[in-house]
């Protein structure tokens, strides 16, 4: 079983500082996998240069719909930054609407980057809660038919639903995402803006979140997978110890 950390690049001491917690605090962590947000500074693929890539597997994001399906850059990008995993996914509308984007489909640009380079190991992503399980677990079939070797999910927060999409996937082929969730107002976010549906028993709080990663990590020991965490302005070491691998 893999481990990922998803680590935020707002600035240079922020990953700096989420490093440091990683090597000091997190010896099962393995991969680092890097979202490309564009209100911070640092792209996601110049976070490699503060990578131990001997220690750790580095997983920057890329948004389809910052690259023309036509030109060479992301493969440029690929090239010049010797990058050996991606994780391709479609991308939100950018907040400046100076910057420019593209109507290239993220199945599209998985297909050509497995043209341009076939050693790299490149992802997609899915979302359990954007729709139906039906439609979505067939967005998730054509990615891999594409040649995604393996899908990143979007956080889970119940572990019946995950359930649901393990029966629907090879559990090997996932990095079962997890978010936790400690204020009401982080809760709201969720349900608003990523249409999340909280189980009944759902508390905002450390001990909940822990014990819910654990039941993740335990399914997948089970059954295959991995897991990667995705911790969002928390207390790290409150929230890490608590977690059992």
């Known amino acids: 079983m893999d481990i990922s950390f998803e680590l935020v690049a707002r600035d240079e001491e922020a990953v700096q500082n989420q490093l440091a917690f990683i090597e000091q605090q997190l010896p099962f962590v393995n991969i680092i996998n890097v979202p490309d947000l564009l209100r911070y500074p640092i792209r996601s693929w110049q976070v490699s240069k503060y990578i131990d890539r001997e220690r750790y597997r580095f997983i920057p994001h890329f948004r389809a719909i910052d690259f023309d399906i036509k030109s060479s850059r992301l493969n440029d ?17 950018p907040p400046n609407m100076a910057h420019k984007i593209y109507d290239t489909r993220v199945v599209d640009l998985i297909e050509a980057v497995k043209k341009h380079r076939s050693s790299i190991s490149v992802y997609g992503g899915f979302d359990s809660y954007r729709s139906g399980v039906r439609d979505e677990v067939r967005y998730m079939n054509d990615k891999l038919e594409a040649g995604a070797d393996a899908l990143f999910s979007q956080p889970f927060f119940d572990l019946r639903f995950l359930e649901i999409y393990s029966e629907q996937i090879d559990s090997n082929k996932v990095y079962w995402g997890i978010s936790p969730v400690i204020t009401e107002q982080s809760k709201r976010y969720w349900e608003t803006m990523n249409n999340v549906v909280f189980p009944a028993d759902y508390r905002p709080d450390y001990e909940w979140n822990t014990t819910f990663a ?16 995705m911790p969002i302005r928390i207390d790290l070491a409150k929230y890490f110890q608590g977690i059992k691998v």
């Open 77 to 93: 990008i690929i090239d010049e930054f010797d990058l050996q995993e991606v994780l391709l996914v479609t991308g939100d509308p």
């Open 214 to 229: 654990n039941d993740v990590l335990k399914h997948c020991r089970d059954n295959g997978g991995s897991v990667y965490f």
